[in-house]
């Protein structure tokens, strides 16, 4: 049988997001799809979008019958089979942070600290704050080359939806913990540095951490933008060549 080549990847993550996929906690990336399907008007209470010249309707339950009609392909789901940017099950998502690239590289250590493992005033636990001392400036995880990541990921799953639509299950994906209260009423805990924030549901919390990534206005949670979906687990070492 032919093998099937591995696909590679880089995605940027914000600094909570490398450190909840670092802890075991988060297993799903969500990210704008780019550019937005476009949503239509097609009469009879109808929502239409269209990406990339295909066409797709969702019937409302209102009208007495619910499901989907589409010119060319399968909606989102073929639309994730054929257009994925982080590939398919198997295909591989290497992580692109903040970084420094602070000490000379050796064949054993690249040389470079990151951005999420640094708080400015409490430091990274176990490891001797002056490494910290001589960075000069970090530079932006969109300019991280390959060899300079630590983190890649094996995509397990892909799939289409609107954010809004996350239930609990993705949100605890998200690395968004439920910590129930003193009334054992359950409250949302999201984490920014050394800090932990509450928030009364699931929905607002990812909403939060959603917003403070993406600040334009049709990407914000508000305007309720279609995502990709990546589930993941930590990849094996590939071998040597």
């Excluded at 979008?49 to 339950?61: I, L, M, Q, R």
């Excluded at 994730?80 to 250590?109: C, L, Y």
Aim: aromatic content about 10%; hydrophobic content about 35%.
């Amino acid at each position: 049988m032919e093998q099937v080549a591995i696909k590679h990847a880089g995605r940027v993550c914000d600094s909570r997001s490398v450190r909840a996929i670092l802890a075991g906690q988060k297993t799903e990336l969500r990210f704008p799809v780019k550019p937005q399907p476009s949503e239509v008007k097609a009469g009879m209470g109808l929502a239409a979008f269209t990406y990339k010249d295909d066409w797709y309707w969702v019937h409302p339950e209102s009208y007495g019958h619910s499901g989907t009609v589409t010119n060319k392909k399968g909606g989102p789901t073929d639309w994730a089979k054929e257009f994925s940017p982080v590939g398919q099950p198997g295909d591989r998502v290497w992580i692109r942070e903040e970084f420094s690239q602070a000490f000379r590289a050796t064949k054993t250590n690249n040389g470079c600290v990151y951005r999420a493992d640094y708080h400015p005033e409490f430091g990274k636990i176990g490891l001797d704050r002056s490494l910290y001392d001589d960075v000069g400036r970090w530079s932006r995880a969109v300019h991280m080359p390959r060899t300079a990541s630590r983190i890649t990921l094996e995509v397990e799953a892909v799939r289409l939806e609107r954010v809004q639509e996350i239930n609990e299950e993705g949100v605890a994906a998200e690395g968004i913990m439920c910590i129930p209260n003193s009334y054992g009423r359950p409250m949302y805990a999201t984490h920014r540095g050394s800090h932990c924030q509450w928030e009364m549901s699931a929905e607002s919390a990812m909403g939060r951490l959603w917003n403070e990534v993406h600040k334009k206005p049709h990407l914000r949670w508000e305007a309720n933008p279609w995502v990709w979906v990546a589930g993941f687990k930590m990849a094996d070492p590939e071998p040597e060549p």
